[in-house]
């Protein structure tokens, strides 16, 4: 059926569970590092492994980050709460069992608003969010897919087994009708710019930093009781989930209104086509034999330790994206491209260090992402923001004009010294030898006769093909508007 007519015959219901890998320096229950990447079962411990005697200890710092997710998520923190372990095949984490949380979270009722992109506010309830630990990698080896299906053998990788993580889980998200691809889009984009923003994680989507479960369900109209649920397993982009919504919408709508049940299984989502395919029966918590992990203690946090948390949070990204389209007067676009480039900090602290808000995003927008894209480096690591506001008062002052200035950068981006420095050391200033610049004039007027002619005949754009022959003859350090008057003033003179 097309999304369309799905969405017009059925009311969807959302429910979305979002893992976030916290950026502890070690695991959740062992010692071994927390470190994206490196060769395979290189991050382990025995209890990584799941070895005999191996006993588990909490990491304090994945606690914090928790009740800092927690807060930031408007959830109420529990005085007290245990860990579990949650029972069925894993073969990627060695010991059979998850160290997750059943009945007793750490954080539980809380409310975040998502603003979507015309600044409709949806307010999406939290029921939890929880801690456990993260599985391994599987690969399937000897399949055409690189799935279980058709592989000849599986090799596992247990460096990622054990990374502390938080799962949210939602309440059902309904009234949103035909806008939920965008509703879960934009969701999982915001609770992506709440981690970063509270220092818990790196949040990389695309290093799997940051996985979403999207649950659907279809019923004929916001009055019925909720249809039975598909849940779209590790969706990790925001297109992705966008596209995972809308397919099984359309999918689920067709089932039923041929007269069909839909099954309660997980699915796995295609990039390729954006289809989503069967996976396994999803179970219900009572599957799962959760029981609580006897080799931990109840965690506990004070009162105290929770207010000290919360006084310390920082400015949550909603609030801080209104202030600041407030105070620069640029548009939604123009904030979240910074954004999603990860610039907002570098962009902000240059306007505080004295640049307009323009000049900074073209800056760190510009010529400074093209150079980090090019070297495979973060771009606030190749210059910082008093360079930059500097850069630009140089440019505002008459001392250089952009292509001067994109010199002078590259020359800060190679450690050489501060805007003014790069400048001097190479000779880079603007010409203010005016005897210089007439004589640079006089010779183009001299050698382009014809140019002349059009200019004298009205034709001002030809004062371009003058520009060029001055610009040689200066070293491109001719300041643009004064080589104009000049110009005009020697042929009208």
Not at 150 to 169: C, F, K, Q, T
Not at 381 to 410: C, F, M, S, W, Y
Request: aromatic share 4%.
């Amino acid at each position: 059926m097309k999304y369309e007519d799905a969405v017009a015959t059925y009311d969807p219901a959302l429910g979305i569970e979002v893992h976030v890998e916290l950026g502890t320096a070690t695991k959740m229950f062992d010692d071994a590092p927390n470190t994206f990447g490196g060769s395979a079962n290189e991050n382990t411990t025995p209890t990584s492994l799941g070895l005999p005697g191996a006993l588990p200890v909490v990491n304090r710092m994945a606690i914090e980050y928790a009740i800092r997710i927690g807060l930031a998520l408007g959830c109420q923190i529990a005085e007290s709460c245990r860990f579990a372990r949650k029972n069925y095949f894993y073969p990627d984490l060695a010991k059979n069992f998850q160290t997750s949380q059943a009945d007793e979270p750490i954080a539980f009722d809380g409310s975040i608003d998502v603003e979507l992109e015309d600044g409709t506010i949806v307010p999406v309830a939290i029921e939890r969010a929880h801690m456990e630990e993260d599985a391994g990698k599987n690969t399937h080896v000897g399949g055409a897919s690189g799935r279980i299906h058709g592989a000849d053998h599986s090799l596992v990788d247990y460096n990622r087994a054990g990374v502390p993580l938080v799962e949210i889980v939602t309440h059902p998200i309904t009234g949103v009708g035909d806008r939920a691809p965008e509703v879960a889009a934009a969701y999982v984009r915001t609770l992506r710019d709440i981690f970063r923003a509270l220092g818990v994680s790196e949040a990389r989507m695309e290093q799997g930093n940051v996985r979403a479960d999207i649950n659907v369900s279809l019923r004929k109209d916001a009055d019925a009781p909720l249809g039975t649920r598909t849940e779209t397993k590790n969706v990790n982009s925001f297109r992705s989930i966008d596209r995972a919504v809308r397919y099984e919408i359309a999918r689920q709508a067709e089932i039923l209104d041929q007269g069909g049940a839909i099954v309660q299984e997980t699915r796995h989502f295609h990039e390729s086509d954006g289809s989503t395919s069967s996976g396994r029966p999803k179970s219900d918590a009572d599957d799962y034999r959760y029981f609580p992990e006897p080799d931990l203690v109840p965690v506990a946090p004070s009162r105290d330790w929770v207010e000290e948390i919360r006084a310390g949070l920082p400015e949550l990204p909603a609030a801080r994206r209104r202030r600041l389209l407030d105070d620069w007067g640029i548009s939604e676009l123009e904030i979240r491209d910074i954004i999603n480039a990860g610039l907002l900090d570098p962009v902000e602290a240059t306007v505080v260090a004295g640049a307009t808000p323009d000049a900074a995003r073209k800056w760190w927008m510009g010529e400074i992402a093209r150079v980090a894209k090019q070297r495979e480096v973060e771009a606030d690591g190749l210059a910082t923001p008093a360079n930059v506001a500097e850069l630009q008062q140089l440019i505002d002052d008459g001392k250089l004009n952009d292509k001067l200035a994109r010199k002078v950068l590259a020359g800060v981006v190679e450690g050489r010294g501060t805007p003014s420095q790069v400048m001097e050391a190479d000779g880079l200033q603007i010409v203010e030898d005016t005897g210089a610049l007439e004589a640079a004039v006089d010779e183009a007027i001299a050698a382009n006769p014809d140019v002349v002619e059009k200019i004298r005949g009205g034709k001002m754009q030809a004062v371009g093909a003058l520009m060029g022959p001055i610009m040689k003859a200066t070293r491109g350090q001719a300041d643009a508007g004064t080589a104009r008057e000049m110009i005009l003033a020697r042929i009208n003179g």
